[in-house]
């Protein structure tokens, strides 16, 4: 007889959404990939992805953590696309959606145009801002999974006294 281990949740799946899918939605997609090492299934998506290939400064930004986004197509926000997610990340204040089941967070990240800041320099702090995000929500949602999985133990603490 041999034993068998208990099935894995499947991994959370997320769907990262801006208007072009050219830009912020594929950073934060490569970010996730790059931070949760295969912890959480990732998508992007546009409401309106119009553009034929990535934003080269973002993805310039990106390779300099060593993370490539230059292949990417960008993709048209769909239902099938929603359904498949456990959670929506809008990124920005101008991609809109209508009301769904799955949870949605909107990250209102950081503009450096607004400053003055534009080129390269505007794209690294936007991936800054948006890295921070991705490692927070990574940590959130891999800590649920460690929660959820069978057989966990719940973490105990002890102190020790010097009596």
């Given at each position: 007889?041999?034993?068998?281990?208990?099935?894995?949740?499947?991994?959370?799946?997320?769907?990262?959404?801006?208007v072009?899918?050219?830009?912020?939605?594929v950073?934060?997609?490569?970010?996730?990939?790059?931070?949760?090492?295969?912890?959480?299934?990732?998508?992007?998506?546009?409401?309106?992805?119009?553009?034929?290939?990535?934003?080269?400064?973002?993805?310039?930004?990106?390779?300099?953590?060593?993370?490539?986004?230059?292949?990417?197509?960008?993709?048209?926000?769909?239902?099938?696309?929603?359904?498949?997610a456990?959670?929506?990340?809008?990124?920005g204040?101008?991609?809109?959606?209508?009301p769904?089941?799955?949870?949605?967070?909107?990250?209102?990240?950081?503009?450096?145009?607004?400053?003055?800041?534009?080129?390269?320099?505007?794209?690294?702090?936007?991936?800054?801002?948006?890295?921070?995000?991705?490692?927070?929500?990574?940590?959130?949602?891999?800590?649920?999974?460690?929660?959820?999985?069978?057989?966990?133990?719940?973490?105990?603490?002890?102190?020790?006294?010097?009596?």
């Open positions: 007889m041999t034993d068998s281990l208990p099935a894995q949740p499947a991994p959370p799946t997320v769907l990262f959404v801006c072009s899918n050219a830009g912020k939605s950073m934060a997609q490569g970010l996730m990939r790059h931070a949760a090492q295969g912890r959480v299934n990732t998508l992007s998506a546009g409401t309106h992805a119009r553009t034929t290939s990535v934003n080269s400064i973002s993805a310039q930004a990106l390779a300099e953590l060593g993370i490539d986004i230059s292949d990417h197509t960008p993709t048209q926000l769909t239902a099938a696309l929603i359904d498949a456990d959670l929506i990340v809008v990124l204040t101008q991609a809109h959606l209508n769904t089941t799955t949870p949605i967070e909107i990250w209102e990240t950081d503009e450096p145009s607004l400053r003055g800041i534009d080129g390269i320099e505007r794209m690294r702090l936007i991936r800054d801002d948006i890295n921070a995000r991705v490692n927070d929500l990574t940590d959130r949602l891999t800590h649920q999974q460690n929660q959820t999985a069978p057989g966990h133990k719940p973490e105990t603490h002890s102190t020790q006294s010097d009596t």
